[in-house]
């Protein structure tokens, strides 16, 4: 038996020994945790958080807009918000990420049991230790409410309820989250509640209603939600709310004015470039072939073939939703790493189906990590708009 395998029914079976944790992956998690420490003295330290700061000066002061709630709620708290706010807020939510994850990991392999997985991921550049690069940005709110979702019980129609709202949240966040992050609360939902139990014609109109909701409120946001002031007066009111200098110019600002039309200009008049770096992005993700293998696994030991074909189906889907992101907008650091996170987050989700029916052992084997963890763990981060 591998010294990684994974019980299949951690919650009804007997505990297992918990794993010694070896040298190497003891080292492992410290660097990892060394690493986080230097990144986050280096990003408050080193680095202005321009766009976040501008993203938290917005709110609802000339109307609805999109990408503005977070600045609204901000601004229950500050009338002048104050230049630190957006890293204190980023480094808060990222901890609460941690903890989620570690509660979340926990429960769905057993934390003591499966420590060098654990680490594995720790160490992956394209999760949490890329939310740091990113702080202060809105993608770690999806990755959040998608831990917390497989972390709450899923016993009735209050869970999908929840989760509708929580997606509309998310919204209202930044409209980019129906690609980036929804899809994956939306799989999670299918798993834990759709696919465990028989469905009413109740359960079915939730659903529809839910995702027709959500659709039109994207629509919405999307091409009928921009300030209904001039940019000059935008920008007025928020230097007006700064406690810092004023905005250099209108360049930040001038994010809230964006079309689709423009979005993709810009995107595709950089494609070539964007396009040199993608063996970057494939060598990392190749690094992370022990996950690959472990999610395949976790798939093959499913007992359903509708459960089989429903976690396959939940991997395109999500992906093709990153494909579009890709088209138009050229953040593509930040978008790779975002989705290798949904990778993860809907291989716990996989997990936790399958342990539910009992499913068989998947194993993640040791010695074949090890060395692709200690890569992963000497890189960084992945980053946001380029590679490293």
Known sequence: MSSLEIS??????APEAPIALGTAWRAMLAVNVCLMAALFVYKIGFSSPDLQYTQILADYHFGFMKRALVGALVGL??????????????AVLWFATLTCFVLLFDKVFGLRRQMPLFVFMIASPLFLKNFIQTLGYYDIYGCLLVIIFLLVPA??????????????????????HMLLYIPTLIAVVAFRYYLVRAIGKADLLLAAASLGLLFAFFLFLQFAASPSV?????????????????????????IFYRTLGNELHDTWNFMSTNVA?????????????????????????????LHR?????????????????FAIVFDYSRWVASWATCMILLLLAARQLA?????PEAAFDERRSRGFAWILTCVPRLGTVTPF
């Open 155 to 176: 016993r009735s129609a209050v869970y999908v309820a929840s989760a509708a709202a929580a997606a509309v949240v998310l919204l209202l966040i930044h409209h980019l």
């Open 309 to 325: 074909r429903a976690v396959v189906a939940a991997i395109v889907a999500v992906s093709l939703g990153y494909v579009v992101i």
């Open 355 to 359: 342990a539910a029916r009992g499913a």
């Open 230 to 254: 001039p940019l000059e007066q935008l920008e007025a009111y928020m230097n007006s709310r700064m406690t810092g200098p004023p905005l250099r110019g209108t360049i930040w600002v001038a």
């Open 77 to 90: 708290a500050f009338q002048e918000v104050p230049t630190w706010t957006p890293y204190a807020l980023g």
């Open 277 to 305: 770096r993608f063996p970057i992005y494939v060598a990392l993700i190749a690094l992370h072939s022990p996950l690959i293998r472990l999610f395949r696994s976790v798939i093959q030991s499913l007992e359903s073939t």
């Open 8 to 13: 299949s029914n951690a919650a009804k079976a």
